[in-house]
């Protein structure tokens, strides 16, 4: 609300200028009680008001930076409800003396199938009268009235036959959204208000421990790659249900970071209880507001994804991927061992994955039909070095958990110490093989494993010209620096699992014997 408690705001989104506005609202006497980025929208409309609700919200949405889908109610006028989208989902509901406004149809598909999908720039007046529409200049502006044919389940899965697929097909949302507001290209500065350490804090931690469970585990070697270059610190990943159990060293020079979707893993909660006893700093990495992880940690980074249904995690690995890289680069910045090149050489690259991994899912069909040649195999090798090592664990994690075939992922230096015994004729080998420091030795392995007759199939960088001459199959990913293309790998991944599943009739959104979060030791 603002001063008078005259506006009550509902936003869902990021306000990324908040801070800047916050403190010009606080210098001309605005008394916040919050500190959310919210709370600046309903000081700025006060600001505006000069007796016109509507006028006073065109005005300050013209200040705001950012995404938002803005719900506004105002004492003055109060059988109005007032709407604004930009880069948000809003939708309105129209029933029969009803009209609904929500982030998503299921909200109101019970009362009515009639439904505006407002867009980026769309103001809107819901009242007795109806609904007034109109672009941030106050002109009218027409959006057509569409029949919702959904049942319930299917509109949750917007149309998508598995909320697994359609959750792989959010991540450019979901990636915005873990990097909203949080980072400076120009500063070469991550801010993650989460984090209570303070900068000498931070200089005087002589080790970190990531601790996690199965994806989030992937996530979190990725994590430790990226920490020991950029923060200069051994870094180790641990797994929740072994760590629980061992006699490692803690103390208040060690920092602990927890990662976990649902915030509830038995094994890594356990872990956690025990640091925190023991006077550890711990920083969660979770994607559940109020989940048990966020209240035992002493600080929690938001992953910001939204909701996840699929037992398979997708959006939320590689949100997690991008809040270590933040936490890499922000501990690196405190800790001096990252140049503000380099700082801003990584912080673009996040910039830039969004728009990567839509250029990923427009590779959809080709990865469908490359999945459909490989349906009835018996086994999946996957094998990568450096970031693209957790990237290959993931992806056979992925195929194991949902479409029951035995598939497993090698660090390729390893393949001759053992593994190779096990590939024969046919046998497919999924190697990335994107542009990175390592990509000639990646080739060597892979020579390795054309040598027995393995079929490859390679992820490899779209302007890579060679690796046809030792590969079957070359599924082409932009162009991108070694930080980001582990991600875009990992995209790739998870659409040939859920293809494989799919082709093989396995019920992917609910695989057998698993559960969404493991809240048993
Ligand atoms: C991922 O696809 C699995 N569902 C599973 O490995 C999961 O990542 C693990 O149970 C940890 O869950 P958490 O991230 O909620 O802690």
């Not at 199938?113 to 720039?121: P, S, V």
Request: with cysteine.
């Amino acid at each position: 609300m603002d001063c008078m408690g005259k506006f009550a705001v509902v936003h869902n989104g990021i306000i990324e200028n908040y801070r800047e506005l916050k403190d010009s609202l606080i210098e001309r006497g605005h008394k916040f009680v919050s500190e959310t980025d919210t709370e600046v929208v309903s000081h700025l409309i006060e600001e505006e008001y000069r007796g016109d609700t509507c006028r006073a919200l065109l005005n300050a949405v013209k200040k705001l930076r950012g995404s938002y889908a803005l719900a506004i109610i105002s004492q003055d006028e109060p059988d109005k409800v007032f709407a604004a989208r930009m880069e948000s989902p809003m939708v309105l509901g129209i029933g029969e003396s009803q009209l609904f406004l929500a982030s998503d149809v299921t909200a109101f598909l019970k009362y009515t199938r009639k439904a505006i999908f407002l867009e980026d720039g769309d103001v809107a007046v819901l009242s007795r009268d109806g609904i007034d529409l109109m672009d941030f200049e106050g002109k009218k502006v027409f959006r057509d009235v569409k029949a919702i044919d959904w049942d319930i389940e299917a509109a949750e899965k917007a149309g998508y036959e598995h909320f697994m697929l359609k959750e792989i097909h959010e991540q450019p949302q979901s990636l915005k959204a873990a990097i909203a507001g949080r980072l400076d290209e120009f500063k070469g500065t991550v801010t993650l208000k989460e984090v209570s350490l303070t900068e000498d804090e931070m200089r005087n931690i002589d080790r970190i421990v990531i601790i996690a469970c199965g994806t989030s585990y992937h996530a979190g070697m990725m994590g430790r790659y990226v920490m020991e270059e950029l923060v200069g610190l051994p870094v180790s990943v641990e797994i929740g249900s072994e760590f629980r159990y061992s006699h490692a060293r803690l103390d208040d020079k060690t920092l602990i970071i927890a990662i976990s979707q649902s915030g509830e893993t038995a094994d890594t909660l356990a872990a956690v209880k025990e640091a925190v006893r023991r006077g550890v700093h711990v920083i969660a990495v979770t994607n559940v507001v109020g989940s048990t992880l966020s209240r035992e940690a002493t600080d929690t980074v938001y992953m910001m994804s939204g909701p996840e249904i699929g037992v398979a995690a997708t959006k939320t690995f590689t949100a997690q991927v991008v809040v270590m890289y933040m936490l890499a680069i922000m501990l690196g910045c405190a800790r001096n061992t990252i140049s503000a090149d380099k700082a801003s050489k990584v912080i673009r690259a996040l910039k830039s994955l969004p728009q990567k991994a839509q250029q990923v899912l427009e590779l959809d069909a080709d990865i469908r039909e490359v999945a459909s040649r490989f349906r009835d195999s018996a086994s999946f090798f996957l094998v990568g070095r450096h970031l693209n090592y957790p990237v290959a664990l993931e992806g056979a994690l992925k195929i194991k958990e949902i479409s029951y075939v035995m598939s497993e992922g090698f660090a390729a230096g390893e393949l001759k110490h053992g593994p190779l015994a096990l590939l024969a004729n046919g046998t497919p080998v999924i190697a990335i093989a994107t542009d990175s420091e390592l990509y000639d030795k990646v080739v060597s392995n892979i020579r390795e494993v054309k040598a027995r007759d393995a079929t490859v199939i390679a992820i490899a960088s779209e302007s890579n010209k060679t690796i046809d001459q030792v590969s079957d199959i070359v599924i082409r990913v932009p162009d991108a620096c070694e930080y980001i293309s582990p991600i875009m790998s990992s995209i790739v991944l998870q659409l040939f699992a859920y293809y494989i599943a799919l082709g093989r009739g396995c019920p992917i959104d609910r695989p057998r014997n698993l559960a969404k979060s493991v809240t048993v030791e």
